[in-house]
Nanobody, 125 residues
Framework: QVQLVESGGGLVQAGGSLRLSCAAS????????MGWFRQAPGKERRFVAA????????YYADSVKGRFTISRDNAKNTVYLQMNSLKPEDTAVYYC??????????????????WGQGTQVTVSS
């Protein structure tokens, strides 16, 4: 089992920045591909970004490429999502997820085994 706890969400104006964190506990963090997903009201959960086991490779949804950066610190068992140039359409609950599937990149939420509780990000226009 892996427990994931997100933090760092909040309310920000368009053009602003936020940094989300996801702290993991329970199993060897470096064994997991980590991902961020988001879900807006009335919409499906969608892939945002993923990072490989050692952080050497990253993968982004087209909608956030160039604005968001995913990173991880395996010594701290934490994955981050730096979000810059935020837009109102980025408003959603953001979820951290982990998978042991030996596949990268991996944007399929159905293959992620563990999920955090989510953190709300609201971008005002």
């Amino acid at each position: 089992q892996v427990q994931l706890v997100e933090s760092g969400g909040g309310l920000v104006q368009a053009g602003g920045s936020l940094r989300l964190s996801c702290a993991a506990s329970g199993r060897t963090f470096s064994r997991f591909v980590m991902g961020w997903f988001r879900q807006a009201p009335g919409k499906e959960r969608r892939f945002v970004a993923a990072i490989s086991w050692n952080g050497g490779s990253t993968y982004y949804a087209d909608s956030v490429k160039g604005r968001f950066t995913i990173s991880r610190d395996n010594a701290k068992n934490t994955v981050y999502l730096q979000m810059n140039s935020l837009k109102p359409e980025d408003t959603a609950v953001y979820y951290c997820a982990a998978t042991e599937l030996p596949l990268f990149p991996n944007s399929d939420y159905a293959t992620y085994d563990y999920w955090g509780q989510g953190t709300q990000v609201t971008v005002s226009s």
